[in-house]
Antibody
């Protein structure tokens, strides 16, 4: 079955770095765009970053632009999020999510259909 | 940027109740909207996309409607497993798919 498993979370000091991974299985990873979404403790969902299926284009939320880098290795079916210059406000559960595309009444809709269970990042001194 | 608001932020309901949650967009987004359910400590689960298309495997008591700036998620008969937080998400600004603030559905 389609599965996404995040790893790499942990406790890091402000200003530090961390790399998250998302291992994909059960689908042709190289055919789908992938997202990172995060959720701070007790808060709502925040879209973080997206990478196209072939890695050709990357997009970031303003809150992480210049500090985070999304990448992928299609030979390893793995998505990454390199997080630098971490701040306390980056503390959150980080989820990876698979892009889906469906045509409804002649219109293509892109959305997130499968999510991993998340990995927790805590930025604290 | 498109902003989403949800109402109510919190609602208390009983098993068997009909529940309606509203999501409003700051500008027209046609039918580019999804709904997710999230239970404590769990990842979000896709319920509906394209405003009204039910994701495979989601019970038919869930339905979505609306277009433009106003959307609704309806649970026709609330079940014990439906107590959760529900988020809308705009799918208009590809791929920056922002979320609404959420609606928590609790047991009365």
């Amino acid at each position: 079955q389609v599965q996404l498993v995040e790893s790499g979370g942990g406790v890091v000091q402000p200003g530090g770095s961390l790399r998250l991974s998302c291992a994909a299985s059960g689908f042709t990873f190289s055919s789908y765009g992938m997202h990172w979404v995060r959720q701070a403790p007790g808060k709502g969902l925040e879209w973080v970053a997206f990478i196209r299926y072939d890695g050709s284009n990357k997009y970031y939320a303003d809150s992480v632009k210049g500090r985070f880098t999304i990448s992928r290795d299609n030979s390893k079916n793995t998505l990454y999020l390199q997080m630098n210059s971490l701040r306390a406000e980056d503390t959150a559960v980080y989820y990876c999510a698979k892009e889906a595309i469906t045509m409804v009444q002649g219109v293509d809709y892109y959305y997130m259909d499968v999510w991993g269970k998340g990995t927790t990042v805590t930025v604290s001194s | 940027d498109i902003q989403l608001t949800q109402s109510p932020s919190f609602l208390s309901a009983s098993v068997g109740d009909r529940v309606t949650i509203t999501c409003r967009a700051s500008q027209g987004i046609s039918s580019y909207l999804a709904w997710y359910q999230q239970k404590p400590g769990k990842a979000p689960k896709l319920l509906i996309y394209a405003a009204s298309t039910l994701q495979s495997g989601v019970p038919s008591r869930f339905s979505g409607s609306g277009s433009g700036t106003e959307f609704t998620l309806t649970i026709s008969s609330l079940q014990p497993e439906d107590f959760a937080t529900y988020y809308c998400q705009q799918l208009n600004s590809y791929p920056r798919f922002t979320f609404g603030p959420g609606t928590k559905v609790d047991i009365k």
